[in-house]
């Protein structure tokens, strides 16, 4: 009897050279959409205490970030107004004002000829009194009113030029109703990046604070947002956001559900992104921030993780970052 040879896993991790021949996924700038946040004024930029290193900016300089991106190799940029207090309304009206924050600074990118796809947010808490993604009538989240409020804030951001529209709402039946109304108004190539596994997630705090949603929001999400606990539900919601008109997929929070990407990715090969919410950012900077983790280092490990578990790309405030990195 000859006894089977040893499996020397080690043979091919003697030399970066052989490292990289058999690395199985790669991350490059072009699988990175980089979050920003739009403020008022001009030039002005606004640090968030609980995302170091993420600023709010100014409507110009939003547009020399979109150029960065350009630059970096860097293919969407993802804006979420940071709304005047006082624009808050029940109604949410401002949300498909042609001239709200988001809507200015998307035609700012348009006009400077920056070929960057812009993304944009579908969901009505920035301008919701309650801080609510949809409409509150007597202390509900009313559906199909919602519904009816967020086409007309999609509408008004494919006609200000949005490439993506990104629907994070998690009201029922938002997908078709947008997409249908698309069809209808001659926008049969603004693309839709539904926020389909969205889970109800203590990560987003540093983002509620960063568009000024903290303060405003009463209760929570749990009666839209999904529950942590739950992976078959997200198949389900994926299925039906496709079945609607959805091109693209998205799970989020990102590193807690990486299950959810792999299953999500297997079950339907669309195309399938995490979002590396507020919270998962701000936690790699506070630790590296102490000196207890190598920032950089949990920023590509982390980033990695997500073309692993199966998705095309990210969304990241690390974005900038990584890509000048991974330029070298
Ligand atoms: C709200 C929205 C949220 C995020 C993106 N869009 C927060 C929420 O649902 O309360 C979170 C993003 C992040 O935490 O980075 N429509």
Not at 227 to 235: G, H, I, K, S
Request: proline share 6%; aromatic share 8%; glycine share 8%.
């Amino acid at each position: 009897m000859t006894r089977a040879l040893p499996t020397r896993f080690r043979r091919l991790k003697t030399s970066p050279a052989i490292r990289a021949l058999v690395q199985e996924c790669v991350l490059t700038p072009s699988d990175l959409i980089w979050p920003v946040f739009v403020m008022e004024g001009d030039n002005q930029r606004a640090p968030v205490p609980s995302m170091p290193g993420v600023e709010r900016l100014s409507v110009d300089l939003i547009v020399q970030a979109a150029r960065e991106a350009e630059a970096l190799g860097i293919p969407a940029i993802c804006l979420f107004p940071y709304t005047d207090p006082t624009l808050k309304t029940q109604g949410c009206e401002e949300a498909w004002s042609p001239d709200n924050l988001s809507n200015r600074a998307t035609r700012a990118i348009r006009d400077a000829g920056i070929n960057v796809a812009i993304m944009t947010d579908v969901a009505l808490d920035p301008y919701n009194i309650n801080g609510h993604d949809g409409i509150v009538r007597d202390g509900i989240i009313v559906n199909d009113e919602s519904v009816e409020a967020l086409v007309k804030m999609a509408l008004s951001q494919a006609q200000a030029g949005a490439d993506i529209l990104g629907p994070s709402d998690m009201m029922d039946g938002r997908i078709g109703a947008i997409r249908s109304e698309l069809e209808a108004q001659g926008f049969k190539d603004t693309a839709i990046l539904s926020y389909a596994a969205k889970y109800a997630s203590a990560y987003y705090g540093p983002f509620r604070d960063a568009v000024g949603a903290s303060g405003a929001l009463t209760g929570d999400k749990k009666t839209y947002q999904m529950n942590p606990a739950n992976a078959d539900e997200a198949l389900r919601i994926v299925a039906r956001d496709l079945d609607e008109g959805a091109d693209m997929v998205m799970v989020k929070p990102g590193q807690p559900y990486l299950d959810i990407c792999r299953a999500v990715k297997d079950q339907f090969g669309a195309p399938t992104f995490a979002y590396q919410v507020s919270g998962e950012y701000a936690m790699i900077m506070a630790a590296g921030q102490q000196g207890w983790v190598d920032d950089e280092a949990c920023m590509v490990e982390s980033l990695i993780g997500f073309k692993r578990a199966g998705c095309e790309g990210v969304l990241t405030y690390f974005a900038p970052r990584v890509a000048a990195l991974l330029n070298g």
